[in-house]
């Protein structure tokens, strides 16, 4: 395929769509370094800037990378996630042909406070386990997440058993938990240097909040906010006429 000058839509455009035909028919993979500006730009008969500016919308999108003194590579393939029922991290990750992992940071307790209060409606006093946790695909950190959950569901909930099984399987094994439904919420963030500590990003990225309550029959028995990178996951969502 070549560009068309003479057609309404933008150069980048088009060179855009050249390059992600080439990734999506698997002509270039994870990994593969794509020709540089200038080569791009004589190829095409385009400016550089008009390269420049393909690439750097590309790169917004995740298809694309930039390895300081090597090039330009393509990006791994974002992970697809749709929103229509309940779902885990790890079915997610193993539905993409990769094995998924949690590598907890620390398990405490700590008072309700009143806003966990309310989204629990227990006593501001009451006590709550706090669950920090790094959830990983093939050892690549995807996401970081805060967990709190109910002491007066979850009594003696240990750190061993959540690394052993993960959370929902040692919740449903050791705790016989039926989950009945979850509300999620997400929306977008930009990554700063407390998240590079985790997620091997760099601060000013573009990222994912996810906060999910989830439900045993009518009473709350999780929270949980996640902190997820924004070049690794699209969300889908099914729509159907009310």
């Known amino acids: 395929m070549a560009i068309n000058k003479e057609n309404n839509i933008p150069l980048y455009t088009q060179l855009m769509d050249l390059i992600l035909d080439e990734i999506e028919s698997g002509k270039l993979t994870h990994g593969d370094k794509i020709h540089s ?3 791009l730009a004589e ?3 385009i400016s550089r800037a008009t390269v420049r500016q393909a690439i750097s919308e590309l790169e917004k999108q995740g298809y694309l990378h930039k390895v300081h003194g090597k090039g330009t590579f393509v990006s791994n393939k974002r992970m697809n996630q749709e929103l229509n029922g309940f779902y885990s991290f790890g079915e997610v990750i193993e539905k993409e042909g990769k094995k998924p992992s949690n590598k907890v940071i620390d398990l405490s307790l700590r008072e309700a406070g009143v ?3 309310k989204i629990f409606n227990i006593d501001i006093n009451d006590t709550i386990y706090v ?3 790094i959830r990983l695909a093939d050892g690549e950190a995807l996401m970081y997440e805060t967990t709190y959950l109910p002491t007066w569901r979850f009594k003696d909930l240990k750190k061993m058993d959540i690394e052993k099984f993960g959370l929902y399987n040692a919740l449903k094994n050791i705790y016989s938990v039926e ?3 979850a509300d999620e919420t997400f ?3 930009i990554l700063d240097e407390n998240d590079e500590k985790f997620l091997n990003i760099t601060p000013g990225d573009c990222g994912m909040i996810l906060e999910r309550i989830t439900y045993e029959n ?3 028995i999780e929270f949980t906010k996640s902190i997820v990178r924004g070049d690794k996951f699209k969300y889908k969502v ?4 009310l």
């Open 218 to 220: 009518n009473s709350v």
């Open 131 to 133: 669950l920090s946790r």
């Open 43 to 45: 190829f095409y008969s």
């Open 179 to 181: 989950l009945s439904s």
């Open 187 to 189: 929306y977008p963030c």
């Open 115 to 117: 806003g966990l209060g």
């Open 238 to 241: 099914h729509l159907k006429t």
């Open 37 to 39: 500006e200038r080569e």
